[in-house]
C-alpha cells in the first residue's frame, strides 16, 4: 500500500467540599442567636484563636463565646500579632477573631500579616472604630467579617464567626475550582498544542515525494490555516501511477476538536484505499462507505479529488459537494464541476469522474469555502467570481502567485477569518522528465 503523503474541555473536575464547622443550613434564631450553634449542629467543637492585648475586651469576649457556645469550643488567645501568628502557623483553628491594634502591630497590615500565616484562616477584625469605610477596607483586604468593639459582643460575635466560616469555606472552594480549571485549560492546551502539531504534520514535506514523481513537472503551491487551534480542513498528494499524482482536499462541518478528528479519521481511511487514488470517483464511493459508520450523526465531509496524469496531459477529478476548483488554462479559466452528495450523509450516493485537459503551463487552484464566503469589507461574501479574478491576476507572477492571491484576498476579507482556509495551486510548467515536484507553503 502506498502511503498517503500529506492530508492538523474543558471538563470540571468534581471537587471535595470540605467539612464546616457549622452546618450551612443553620439559620438565626428569634433571640438572634445562630441556631445552628447553640443547638448541636457543630460537626465539632469550634477552635477560636482570640488576638486581643486588652485585658478588658479579652474577657467580654470570652464571656460571649461561653454565653452563646457553652462547651461547644475551644479558645486560645494571644496578646501579640507574633504569638498570633506562632499559634495560627500550627493550623487547627476555625476562626480568628483580631483587634488590629496590637502592641506588635496596628491597622490594616495587622491583618495581612495574620493571613500570610494562615492564609485559609477564617478572620473576623475587631475594631473600635466604628467607620463603615474602615470596615470595607477591612473585608478588601481580605477579613470575613468584622465586629465594632464597645458593643455587646453577645449574639454579635457568634454571627460573625458563622458568617467568616461560610465565606472562607466558599472562598476556599473557589481557589480549588479556579486552580482545577487552570490546570485542566493548561493541560488542554498541551494537548491541542500537540494535536495541532499532527495535523499539520499531515500537510504535504518535499522530503515525503517519491523519486517516481520528480520528473513530472509540476509544482505545488499551498497555504493552510485553521480558524482555531486544529480546524476540520486538510488536504494532501499522493503517488497513483508512474505518471500520476492525485491531489485531494477535504473540509469536514464545524471547526475545532470534534472537525479535526474526523480529519484524523479521514486520513487514516484514505490509506486504506490507496489502489483507487487514480480513479478519483470509485475512491469517493469507498471512502463515503467507509467513513459513514465512522461518524456522528449529523457530521459530513466535502471533498475533491483531482488526478493528474503527465503522459496523458490530462485531469481527471470526481468531488463531493466541494468548493469548485479553479482550473487554468493559456485560453481561458474554467471552474469545474464538483457536484455530489458530500461524505457520511447516505450510502446511496454516487459520484462521477470528469476528465479535461491538464497542458504543459495548466494550472489549478483547490480551496475551502472560507475562500469564497468570507465576507468583504462591506459585509458582502467574497464569491468566486472575484476569486478567478485575482487568480487572472496573479497568474503572470509565477512562483509568487499564491502569495500574491493571498494578499490581494486578506485585503479585502473582513479579519479574522472565521473558517478553516486551505488554498492549493498547482502548476505544470515543465515538460515530462525536465522537473521535478516540489512544495512550497
Not at 469550634?46 to 478588658?56: C, T, W, Y
Not at 465512522?294 to 459530513?300: D, E, M, N, Y
Request: net charge negative.
Amino acid at each position: 500500500m502506498i502511503p498517503i503523503i500529506g492530508a492538523e474541555v474543558l471538563g470540571l473536575q468534581e471537587l471535595p467540599v470540605r467539612s464546616a464547622a457549622i452546618e450551612p443550613s443553620a439559620t438565626d434564631g428569634g433571640d438572634g442567636v445562630v441556631s445552628g450553634l447553640h443547638r448541636g449542629t457543630i460537626l465539632h467543637a469550634l477552635k477560636i484563636l482570640l488576638v486581643e492585648d486588652d485585658p478588658g475586651d479579652a474577657m467580654l469576649i470570652r464571656i460571649a463565646l461561653s454565653e452563646q457556645l457553652g462547651g461547644d469550643m475551644a479558645l486560645s488567645s494571644s496578646e501579640t500579632l507574633a504569638g498570633a501568628r506562632t499559634l495560627a502557623a500550627q493550623g487547627g483553628f476555625d476562626v480568628a477573631l483580631l483587634d488590629l491594634s496590637l502592641p506588635d502591630s496596628s491597622g490594616l497590615k495587622t491583618l495581612t500579616r495574620l493571613q500570610e500565616a494562615a492564609p485559609s484562616l477564617p478572620i473576623v477584625v475587631m475594631t473600635g472604630l466604628d467607620d463603615p469605610r474602615f470596615a470595607d477596607s477591612a473585608l478588601e483586604a481580605g477579613a470575613q467579617d468584622y465586629l465594632v468593639k464597645g458593643t455587646d459582643p453577645g449574639p454579635g460575635v457568634v454571627r460573625a464567626i458563622r458568617y467568616a466560616i461560610t465565606r472562607m469555606h466558599a472562598e476556599v472552594e473557589r481557589r480549588a475550582l479556579i486552580a482545577s480549571l487552570t490546570a485542566e485549560r493548561n493541560q488542554m492546551q498541551a494537548e491541542l498544542t500537540a494535536a495541532r502539531a499532527m495535523q499539520f504534520d499531515l500537510l504535504p514535506r518535499g522530503t515525503r515525494i517519491s523519486g517516481q514523481l520528480a520528473g513530472l513537472g509540476l509544482r505545488i503551491s499551498h497555504y493552510f490555516q485553521p480558524s482555531s487551534a486544529i480546524g476540520g480542513d486538510m488536504w494532501g498528494c499522493v503517488e497513483a501511477g508512474p505518471s500520476r499524482v492525485t491531489v485531494f482536499a477535504y473540509d469536514f462541518a464545524g471547526h475545532g476538536v470534534s472537525a479535526a478528528l474526523n480529519v484524523f479519521r479521514l486520513h487514516t481511511v484514505l490509506g486504506h484505499h490507496s489502489d483507487l487514488f487514480a480513479n478519483p470517483a470509485a475512491l469517493l464511493a469507498q471512502v463515503n462507505a467507509t467513513l459513514l459508520p465512522l461518524l456522528p450523526k449529523g457530521q459530513f465531509a466535502t471533498m475533491f479529488v483531482g488526478c493528474i496524469d503527465t503522459a496523458e496531459n490530462s485531469l481527471t477529478w470526481a468531488a463531493a459537494g466541494a468548493p469548485r476548483p479553479v482550473l487554468l488554462l493559456p485560453d481561458r479559466i474554467e471552474m469545474l464541476e464538483t457536484r455530489g452528495l458530500p461524505l457520511g450523509l447516505s450510502l446511496d450516493a454516487n459520484y462521477v469522474t470528469h476528465r479535461i485537459e491538464f497542458p504543459v503551463g495548466a494550472g489549478l487552484f483547490v480551496y475551502s469555502d472560507a475562500m469564497t464566503e468570507a465576507l468583504d469589507l462591506a459585509g458582502r461574501p467574497m464569491g468566486e467570481a472575484r476569486m478567478a479574478l485575482n487568480l487572472g491576476l496573479a497568474m503572470p507572477q509565477g512562483e509568487a502567485a499564491l502569495t500574491v492571491m493571498l494578499d490581494r484576498f486578506f485585503e479585502a476579507a473582513q479579519l479574522p477569518i472565521e473558517d478553516d482556509l486551505t488554498a492549493v495551486w498547482i502548476t505544470r510548467s515543465a515538460p515530462a522528465g525536465q522537473a521535478g515536484l516540489s512544495t512550497e507553503g
